[in-house]
Nanobody, 128 residues
Framework: QVQLVESGGGLVQPGGSLRLSCAAS????????MGWYRQSPGKEREGVSC????????YYADSVKGRFTISSDNAKNTVFLQMNSLKPEDTAVYYC?????????????????????WGQGTLVTASE
């Protein structure tokens, strides 16, 4: 059984930092495509960052470039999202996703994310 468990969300002041973790079980992160997506009320789910772990190809949304960093720890079978200089508009539920295919490129080209597995989400709130 595949499980993706996100953690690390919370309340932070604008300009602050958080690190999200996505601990995977039932799959091997090193051979999967892993993504972070977010959704805020009234908005569609959007891609934040994506990595084809085996090839090390990384994508970022324009809105987070230079502030967020995706990484993986294959020994821990975990993917991270380091978020710095958080803004109120970053407030959302953040979801981790894992997939067999190369879904990063197609998602960044506007296709619906076809990841097979999703976590339950973790809430990030950047507010005074």
């Amino acid at each position: 059984q595949v499980q993706l468990v996100e953690s690390g969300g919370g309340l932070v002041q604008p300009g602050g930092s958080l690190r999200l973790s996505c601990a995977a079980s039932g799959i091997t992160v090193s051979i999967f495509t892993m993504g972070w997506y977010r959704q805020s009320p009234g908005k569609e789910r959007e891609g934040v960052s994506c990595i084809t772990v085996r090839e090390g190809i990384i994508y970022y949304a324009d809105s987070v470039k230079g502030r967020f960093t995706i990484s993986s720890d294959n020994a821990k079978n975990t993917v991270f999202l380091q978020m710095n200089s958080l803004k109120p508009e970053d407030t959302a539920v953040y979801y981790c996703a894992a997939g067999y295919g190369d879904y990063c490129q197609e998602t960044w080209m506007g296709e619906y994310p076809r990841f097979e597995y999703w976590g339950q989400g973790t809430l990030v709130t950047a507010s005074e």
